[in-house]
C-alpha cells in the first residue's frame, strides 16, 4: 500500500522539508482547532453567565421585591381602611386586619428571598436590612394607632385627630421610608439587567466572530493538509482528515448557532419579557399606593389635599393625560382616549391591554364617585363607597396588570430555558467533539509522518 | 494559507467597524462634564459675589460628580432655562430644584429624586394661615413664568387672588408692606428666601404639593441615570444627605423628621 516516494538522488533538505512542512500545517490545523473550542466555550460561557444573572437572579429579584411592595403597601393601605370603619364595620374590620396580618407575612418572606437573592451587593443587602428594621418599627406604630381607634369608638368616616395623628407616624414611615427602598431594589434589577445585556450582546457577538474565524482557518488548513498530502502520496483522499474536516464544520455551524440562538434568547428575555414584567411591576406598585391614597385622604382631612395630589401624580405616572387637576383628568380618562403616555403607555396593547385600560377606567370612575361622597360630607356613604366599588374595580384592574405581567413573565421563562437547554446541549457534545477531531486528525497525519522514520 | 489570511483579515476589520458603531455616547465616558445649578436661590443654589456657588443642590451637585469620578464645572442656569441647557448640550447635568413631571421627560431624563420637597406657603410672623384652604380670599403672589400659584387656584381649586410680580425678591417685598398676605413655591425655595431676609417671615409647614426634586440628564442617557441614581442611593446610606439637609435647613423651619432616600423615577 504505501508508496515510497524517495528516489535516489533527490536532495536530502527536500525530504526533510515534507515531514517538516506536514508537521507544521498540522501545528497551525491544530492550532486553530484549539482556539476554535475555546473561543466556543468562552462564548458560551459568557451567554451563560448572561442566562444566570438576568434568568436566575435578577429576573426573580424582581418578582420578590415587587412582591415587597405591594405587601407593605397594602398593610398601610389595610390599617387606614380600618381607621375609617370606625364601629360601623365589625366584619370588613376584623377581614381587613385578617389581610394585614397576612400581608406582614408575605412581606417577611419577600424580604428574606430578597435578601438571598441580593448576593455580595452590599447596597442591597443594607437595604433589604433597613426595610426589615423599619417594618419591626411600623408595626408598633400601625398597632398604636389600631388601638387608640379600636378605643375611640367613632362612627364610619375621619376617626379623632389622636388617632390620625397615631397613624400618620406609621404612614409617613411607611410611604416615605420603607416603600421608596423597596420601590428601588426593583429598579436596582432593571439596572442589572440592562448593564448585563448591554456587555453579552457586545461581547457574544465579538466571541461567534472569533469563532468563525478559527472555524475557517481550521477548515482551510485541514482542506490544504488533504490537499498536499494527496499529492504528495499520490492519494486521491484520505478518510480520516475528510471525517475531520466535515466533524469540524458540523462543530462551527453549530456553534455559531448556539451563540445566535443564545443571544436571541437573550434579546427576547429582556426585551419581551423582563422590561415589560419590570414596567407591570412599577405600574402594580404605584396604583396599590393610589388605592391606599384614597383611604388616606378619607381619613387626614388635614393632609387631604395632599393625598389628592399624589393620587393625581401617580395616576398621571401609570397612564398620562395633561391634566391641570384631578377633575380634567378624570373627564379625560373616562371620555375614552385612548392616546395616551406613562408607565402603561406601551404595555397596554392587545386584548388583554385593553381590558386593562377598561378596568383602570372603572377605577377612576368609581373614585369620581367615592369623591364626590367625602367633599358631600357623607362620610359614611364614602366609607361604603371605598369599601365596596372603589375595592372591587381596583381588584379587577390589578388582576388585569397582573394577567400581562404573567403572560410577560412566561415568555421570559421560555426563552431563558430555550437559552438554558441549547447551551447544555452544546456543552454535552463539545468533548465529544475536540475528541473526535483530534482522533481523526492524528489517524489522517501520523501514517504519513511514519513513512518517513 | 493566504486566502485564509485575507479571511482572517477581513473579519477583523469588519469587527473592528462593529465596535466603532456604539449606541448614543454617555456622559460617563467624559472626564469633565457642566452641571447646571441655580445662581439665584439663597441655601438652594446660589452664586456668591466672589462667584463660587453654594447651596444644597450644589453639594448633592459635588456629591455625585465625585461619585461618578469626573472634573466638573457649574453653568448658572435658571428655571427657564434647564430644559433648553440640557437639549442643546450646554450642561451635562441639571441640579436646579428640577421637579420631575409627565411634560419634561419628553424632553429629559430624570434620575432620582434626590430630595422630595413640597409646596408650601410662606407668611408674615403674625399670620395664621395654616394649610392651603386658608389661602381662600387671600392674596398671593405670583412670580411670572413659575406655576406655583396656577397650581393653588387650579389645581386645588381654592379661590386666592393672585398678585403678580417680576421676581421672589419684589414678592417678598410686597409681603413684608402688606400688598400680598402669602408667597407659595417649594418648600425649599421659601426657606432660602425667609433665610436671606431674615425679617421673621415663617412656612407654614401645609405641605400640601409633592414635589420631586429630580438630577436632570440628557435624553436617553440611561447609564448616566443609573449610576446617578446609584451615587443618590450611597449620599443616603453613608449621611451625606442628612447632613447636607440639616447643614443647609437645619434652622430654616423646614421638617426634617424624615430623611430617607426617596422613591426613583427609574431610567428607562
Redesign the interface.
Known sequence: MTLVQTRPGTPLPAERGVPGRIRVVSGITVASLALLFVALALGSSAARDGLQVIGRDAGPQVVATAGLYLALSDMDAQVANVLVMGDGYPREREAAITRYEQQRSVANQALLKAFELSGDNP?ER??VQSVLDGLGRYERLAGQALLLDERSGHAPGPPPDEVVLAYRDAT??MR??L???A??LT?EN??IV??TYDEKAFTV??VR?AV??AG??AI??LI?LQIFLARRFRRIFGPALIAATLTTAVALVYGVGVLGQDMQALRTAKSDGF?SVL?LA?ARAISNSMQGDQSRYLLDK??A??YE??Y??KS??VI?F?A??LDAYHRKVTTGSKDF??LLGPELVGKEGRDALDAYRDFQAADVKFRRLVLGDRANEAVAERLGPVTTTFTAYDEALLELAETHQGVFKRAIDMGESALNTLWLLLPFSIGAIGLLVIAGVWPRLKEYR | MKRALAVVLAVAAVLVTGCGLSDQESILDKDEIVIGVRPDLPLVGFRRADGRFEGFDVDVARYVAGKLDKEFTFLPTLAAARDDVLVDGRADMVVATYTISQDRKAKVLFAGPYHISYQDILIRANETIKNVRDLEGRRICEVTGANAAKRVVEERKVAARVVPFPDYRQCLAALKSNQVDAVTTNDVILAGLAAQDGSGLRLANAQFNEQRSGIGLPKGDVPACEAVNRAITDMYQDGTAAKLLKKWFGTSGLDLDTIAVPQFEGCS
Open positions: 447596597a443594607r437595604t409617613d414611615l416615605k421610608v416603600l421608596p427602598q420601590y428601588n429598579l432593571g439596572t440592562r448593564r457577538p465579538l466572530d468563525v474565524v475557517v482557518v482551510g488548513c490544504w422590561d414596567t412599577k388635614e393632609r389635599d395632599t395630589h399624589t393625581l401624580d398621571m405616572s398620562y395633561e391641570g387637576n403616555l406613562g
